[in-house]
């Protein structure tokens, strides 16, 4: 009967620190989500950076390089937001972030606006290597997508 406790008791212990560690690591840590969202952020402001010069002129327009811009958004654009929008990696959770709780608080208007940057991206994808003036226009799409997302999901700078 002894025996029987112990093995009863160390299974359990074993399944509880089981559980204990799937729960501690079921998740990142939101600064390390902070870290993954600040280079995606990053590669879609450089890739949209470089089509936005070429629109504005200030970049000699190239289709190629702007068609490789276009498909490098459109990939970040796409990206699955699970891994880097997590509850509880916005403002005041973590260091270094500019994302409100209003992310998670309204997850369908974050959606919504997310879907517009991914569908303006992928109007960007077609335009950015037809011409200068296709490549402007696709731009107004992006810089709207961004703008609905940021004035509603991100904090002011301090």
Excluded at 20 to 38: I, L, M, W
Excluded at 50 to 61: E, F, H, S, W
Excluded at 65 to 78: D, I, R, V
Aim: hydrophobic letters at 45%.
């Amino acid at each position: 009967m002894r025996r029987f406790g112990f093995t009863t008791l160390t299974l359990v212990t074993i399944a509880l620190a089981a559980t204990a560690f799937a729960d501690s690591h079921a998740q990142p840590a939101p600064d390390d989500t902070v870290k993954g969202r600040r280079a995606l952020m990053g590669t879609i402001g450089y890739h949209t950076g470089i089509l936005g010069k070429m629109a504005k002129g200030d970049m000699p327009y190239d289709a190629a390089l702007a068609s490789a811009a276009a498909e490098n958004l459109s990939t970040a654009a796409t990206m699955n937001r699970l891994t880097i929008w997590i509850e509880g990696s916005g403002v005041g959770s973590a260091e270094g972030t500019r994302a409100k709780p209003d992310i998670w608080s309204d997850p369908v208007g974050f959606e919504t606006a997310a879907m517009g940057l991914e569908t303006a991206a992928a109007a960007m994808v077609i335009a950015a290597g037809t011409d200068l003036d296709a490549l402007r226009g696709a731009m107004q799409g992006v810089g709207t997508a961004c703008s609905t997302c940021h004035k509603a999901y991100r904090a002011p700078a301090n």
